[in-house]
Every structure is written in C-alpha cells, then in structure tokens.
C-alpha cells in the first residue's frame, strides 16, 4: 500500500506527459527530477496534502464570520460554528463559459466583485477573510492587502496561500520582487500597464525559454493581455510577503503579526495567518519552520490512513 501510496504522490508533478503537454510542464518535471530527494519529496508531499494543511490552520484559527475570495471548487473548512460568505471577480456562470468548467460544486456566491474593491463589506465587519492563491493575480497586491485588511476587524485574522516560485511551472525561472517594487506599484499606477507588461514577459519567456524580445514571447503576451487574462504578475516566497506586510502595516498604521504559518523552502505553497493589531504600524514576524514541518508530517499521517481506506 506503501509503495502505491508513493506512486500517487509522486505523480503530483511527475505525471506522465502526453502529446499535449505544455513544453513548459515537461521542462519542470526535469527540473523536479533534478531536484535533491528530500525537496522533490517536500514539494510532491506538500502538493498531495495542500488542503488538509489548509484546513488544519483555519480550523485551528478562524473562527466567528468571514468571507473568501475565489474558492470555487475548493472551500477551506473552517472551525465549528463559524460562517463564511464567497464572493469571486465571475459569476458562476461566467466561470463556466469562459473556463469550460463543471457547474457542479460551485460554492454559491454572495457577491461577484473584485477582490481589489470589497466596498460591499464595511471598515472591520469581518472576523476574518481567506484567499488562496489570489494575490498572485493581483497587479497591485499592495492595494489589494489594505483593502483586505480594511474589511477585518482588530484581533481578526488574514488567511492567505500563495504558490511558492519553486514549485511550479510558471515561476520556479522567476524571480521575487522586494518592498521597493511594491510599494512602486501603488505609488505610481501610471507605470502599472508598462509594469505589467514587463511581468508577462518575464513570465512567457521562462516558459519558453526564449529572450524577451524574441517574437514568439510578445506574440504570447499580447495574447494574455487582449484576453484579459490575470496570471501570475509577481512571483512569491516569505521575503516578498514580509515586505508585502510590512509596508501595508505601515501604510494603514496598523500592526500586523504572524501568528502562524508555513514556509517550508521546497514547499508547493506559502501558507500565512495573520492577526489584525491596533495601530502602529509595526509587522511581527515570528519563526514558523519547526511547527510547518510537524504540520505537514501529521497531514501525511492523515493522508496515508485515508488512502489506505480508500484502497481497502
């Protein structure tokens, strides 16, 4: 069963490509196979268990009425007794259309907004807000942070996953940005269209390994762009969503502390719980490596028993 259980994880990222494979998803699965055992085996781990490590930090700190941006098919379960509202920038029928998906399991939606603008919700009417992999679509996740943290009452809690840039496929080649760049983005939106530009093509010449300037990359940029598509403008890791928090604190004047969360280096996903101060603007940013392990190898425990009965 062991053996089996190993196959699946494994084939997280090292499934087997078919002819219509993105040439930038067999590039990463070499990358994978390159990788030392022990981060191969975190990342393919962390992937497997993602939503069991979600759970497990929000039942432990969500508690009272919230709201999540773009859970869709996947809602995090919170803890007993608490309520949550989904909201998304589509419909449900409009995600349907567009992204060829099933409608069944749709989260129903309470409001179809941006989640750069949450004016539905007033200054500290939530408990909490949870959003898993969002700001990474965020052209401005300086903004988006405020206007998140605007809608969270004192002593509430900001739940937020994002892709760790060493995991996946449209990232690992990239490189995180830093406090001066983010605030950047917020200060002078008139530079945000040119900005955005230079992030996809970064992005689209990573996945095709060509120059910048080669016509096949700005041919796919101009793609994404007369589509609208949001993809991934910055790239994380936990340097890039400190600075995010520490500037943000400051702008608001509010603190901001980390009470818990996970980093692992290799790790699919950066996962953060961050407690909503008073003001004065300070971050707190505590050490989280030792728990994000244990957290990670109890889901594995987890997961192994509930494979084995699936299997029985």
């Known amino acids: 069963m062991l053996d089996e259980y190993r196959k699946a994880v494994a084939a997280q990222t090292l499934w087997t490509p ?7 998803n067999i590039a990463f699965q070499n990358h994978v ?16 268990c993602r ?38 920038v589509l419909s449900n029928a409009e995600l349907v259309a567009r992204y060829k998906l099933p ?66 496929c449209f990232d690992y080649e990239r490189t ?25 093509e970064d992005m689209a010449k ?7 300037d080669d016509p096949r990359v700005q041919s796919m940029v101009d793609k994404w762009i007369a589509d609208g598509d949001r993809h991934h403008y910055h790239v994380w890791d936990e340097t890039a969503l400190r600075d995010l928090m520490a500037i943000a604190a400051k702008e608001m004047n509010c603190c901001l ?3 818990d969360g996970a980093f692992l280096r290799n790790g699919f996903e950066l996962l953060a719980v961050i407690k909503k101060g008073h003001t004065g603007g300070r971050t707190k940013w505590r050490p989280t490596a030792t728990a994000a392990t244990i957290a990670l190898a109890k889901a594995v425990y987890d997961d192994i028993r509930s494979y084995q009965l699936s299997t029985a």
């Open 18 to 24: 078919t002819e219509q494979t993105p040439p930038w």
């Open 33 to 48: 196979r390159a990788l030392p055992r022990l981060a191969r085996v975190t990342l393919n781990l962390s992937l497997q």
């Open 51 to 88: 939503l069991r490590l979600r759970n497990s930090y929000a039942a432990r700190h969500l508690e009272g009425h919230g709201m999540e941006i773009g859970a869709q098919y996947v809602p995090t379960a919170v803890n007993v007794g608490a309520t949550v509202e989904y909201v998304d």
């Open 103 to 168: 409608a069944a399991g749709l989260v129903p939606l309470a409001h179809v907004i941006d989640g750069h603008d949450l004016g539905v919700y007033a200054d500290g009417s939530l408990d909490f807000l949870i959003a898993n992999h969002v700001l990474e679509h965020f052209d401005n996740p300086l903004k988006g942070v405020i206007e998140w943290f605007r809608t969270i009452r004192p002593g509430g809690h900001l739940f937020i996953t994002l892709p760790n840039f060493r995991g996946n």
């Open 176 to 200: 995180p940005e830093r406090a001066n760049h983010f605030l950047l983005d917020y200060t002078y939106p008139a530079g945000r269209e040119a900005g955005n530009r230079l992030h996809y």
């Open 206 to 212: 990573s996945l095709l390994h060509l120059p910048q």
């Open 257 to 259: 502390e980390l009470v």
